[in-house]
């Protein structure tokens, strides 16, 4: 009889063990699943005919960022809209596998040109056809969504609607303005007040690359908060380095 016991004993010891490694190696797996493969990074440029001037400076900083980027091994990835009365896409987040493809492209953007400056309806073509799985964004995967805009001016069009959009979907906003921006619509666009940063010129670009970096590495956190300790990790090895 007690020998029976012991031994029902040692099989329950044995299953316990079993289901516990069971459960730990589903939990592994589920991190393992979860864990965003990078970013994926949406430049919007105000490609009006008020920063014709500009816009070199605009492409130069592109270029810095994306050579930070880990784009060939598919970690990040990178699309560059520009804009002006009508969006038009330079290229999707999924039309580019190497950084030599996108940093090449992005030098020889030409200058949009066109008035007026409608923001608004540059960022609802992104929520509606950039930040899409057709066009390359792993949103659905868990990938963190960034956008980066460089704006020179105030928007002829609201940019309410199509901002809190945006911000529902889980895209990072970073906007960027002149002084011939409108700070609080700056605000209104960015995923955080914080996140609206101004230049005097798109030349003083340079100046604002370690704010941009700072708040990037604390927002991409709060971003995904299914798997935080995961996110951490990727903040800190492979954040923004400008």
């Known amino acids: ?101 996108v940093l090449d492209t992005v030098r020889g953007l030409r200058h949009k040109g066109g008035r007026p400056l409608n923001t608004g309806a540059a960022l609802q073509y992104l929520r509606d056809n950039v930040f899409t799985a057709s066009a390359g964004s792993r949103r659905l995967d868990g990938v963190p969504q960034v956008l980066i805009l460089l704006s020179g001016g105030r928007s002829f069009d609201s940019v309410d609607a199509p901002a809190s959009a945006l911000k529902h979907l889980g895209v990072l906003t970073f906007a960027i303005g002149t002084r011939s921006s409108e700070m609080r619509e700056l605000q209104k666009i960015a995923h955080d007040p914080n996140h609206a940063m101004a230049v005097s010129e798109f030349t003083d670009l340079p100046t604002v690359q370690q704010q941009l970096q700072s708040s ?19 903040t800190s090895e492979s954040a923004f380095q400008l």
């Open 216 to 234: 990037l590495e604390t927002a991409v956190i709060d971003v995904s908060p299914e798997s935080p300790t995961v996110l951490g990790m990727l």
């Open 1 to 101: 009889m007690t020998l029976g016991i012991n031994i029902y004993r040692h099989t329950l010891t044995q299953l316990k063990v079993q289901d516990e490694n069971l459960i730990m190696s589903e939990i592994l797996c589920f991190l393992v699943e979860k864990k965003p493969a990078g970013r994926d990074v949406v430049f919007l440029l105000d490609g009006s005919e008020s920063t014709r001037t500009g816009f070199p400076a605009m492409k130069d900083f592109v270029q810095r960022v994306v050579e930070t980027l880990s784009v060939d091994d598919n970690k990040d990835r990178v699309s560059v809209v520009q804009y002006s009365r009508d969006p038009a896409v330079q290229f999707y987040l999924n039309t580019y596998t190497t950084k030599g493809e």
